[in-house]
């Protein structure tokens, strides 16, 4: 498991090298960002910067654990859901608008007959 992980973080370098390599606009963003990163770095205190060296490694568990992938994909399929059923409830509600709209046409129409 742990050859077939290495495998994938290979492959996902490769592809992000020759994309890097093939779009300079990207690669210049990466270098700015990376040229920000160090700037608030250097600037940050010690502590913090000790605090971030202690404190990485957790946060990088609790990013790689299974459990939070799930966690993290229910709740994304919550918020799907839950945008799209407030799309297909507005589209629903602005169906009945216009067939209520529709049906006073025709009554004004045949007013004016």
Request: aromatic share 4%; net charge negative; glycine share 8%.
């Amino acid at each position: 498991m742990l050859l077939d992980e290495a495998n994938c973080a290979q492959h996902s370098v490769k592809a992000i090298v020759l994309h890097l390599q093939k779009n300079p606009d990207a690669m210049a963003a990466v270098a700015l960002t990376l040229a920000e990163i160090s700037n608030i770095a250097s600037k940050m205190a010690p502590g913090a910067l000790a605090v971030l060296k202690t404190g990485a490694p957790t946060v990088f568990a609790i990013l790689a654990a299974p459990e939070f992938l799930i966690a993290v994909g229910v709740g994304v399929g919550l918020t799907v859901v839950m945008f799209g059923g407030y799309k297909i409830i507005k589209k629903i509600k602005a169906g009945r608008a216009e067939k209520e709209g529709s049906v006073d046409e025709m009554i004004d129409v045949d007013e004016l007959d």
